[in-house]
């Protein structure tokens, strides 16, 4: 723990397919990181969008010097997006913002706030109203899964998180899809670092729908805790 006065932060902005939320999402993400440092960099991940995701982002980097935008080639999932902006961050900290703007901002702002506080800083929601109820069934499903599987006792594993870069960067991130951020909040607490868990409020989609119950979101979630279980139970030695 320390003190966090003007330690700079790295915001990490996956996104795909987001051309109606991310010019949003990075003036939430800006206005949050502003209030507490300015000392901050947003780096939007654009995932291969088809649409004009990107373009809206790097007109946001044009006017903002704060802002970088790269593309990857082909739609590699969140976990991608995730792991290849964790590579890019230069600041001392780094969380994560929804390209999708489902985060209110000053829950973000909050979250960057307390960073400093414990090693890792996690978030949960206690209202998740704005989403169905078979997305929040799943969700609990999840959470009592991964508790049991790991041995935590967390209120959520998909929330945004801030830690020191380079915490974050000796972990490895394998996991492509939506469960990158339960990977490496398990990964960090299993290795024995102290956490804080602080509220966070759902803001929920303005613009198209959700892309976490496709079967491809699926898939990629048991795969990530499979692969987790068997890094962490039985590690690789060799």
């Not at 902005?13 to 939430?28: H, K, L, T």
């Not at 989609?205 to 959700?210: A, D, M, N, W």
């Amino acid at each position: 723990m320390d003190n966090h006065t003007d330690k700079g932060v790295s915001i990490i902005v996956p996104a795909f397919r987001e051309e109606a939320n991310i010019e949003a999402a990075v003036d939430n993400a800006m206005a949050a990181a502003a209030a507490s440092t300015q000392d901050f960099e947003i780096i939007v991940i654009d995932d291969g969008s088809p649409d004009k995701t990107a373009e809206f982002a790097r007109l946001k980097a044009e006017s903002h010097p704060q802002v970088r935008v790269v593309s990857n080639a082909t739609n590699q999932g969140f976990g991608y997006s995730f792991a290849r902006g964790v590579k890019m961050a230069t600041k001392e900290y780094v969380t994560v913002f929804p390209g999708d703007n489902d985060m209110a901002a000053l829950s973000l702002k909050e979250l960057i706030a307390s960073r400093g506080s414990a090693d890792v800083i996690i978030t949960y929601m206690r209202k998740t109203t704005k989403r169905s109820l078979l997305r929040r069934a799943l969700s609990r499903l999840f959470v009592v899964a991964m508790n049991l599987i790991f041995v935590l006792r967390l209120k959520y594993y998909n929330g945004a998180f801030i830690c020191r870069r380079e915490l974050l960067q000796s972990i490895p991130i394998k996991s492509t899809g939506l469960a990158a951020l339960a990977e490496c909040i398990i990964r960090m607490l299993k290795a024995g670092h102290s956490y804080k868990a602080i509220y966070f409020e759902h803001s929920g989609r303005k613009h198209e729908q959700s892309k976490a119950l496709t079967l491809k979101s699926v898939r990629a979630v048991v795969h990530t805790v499979v692969v987790l279980a068997k890094d962490i139970y039985w590690p690789d030695k060799s």
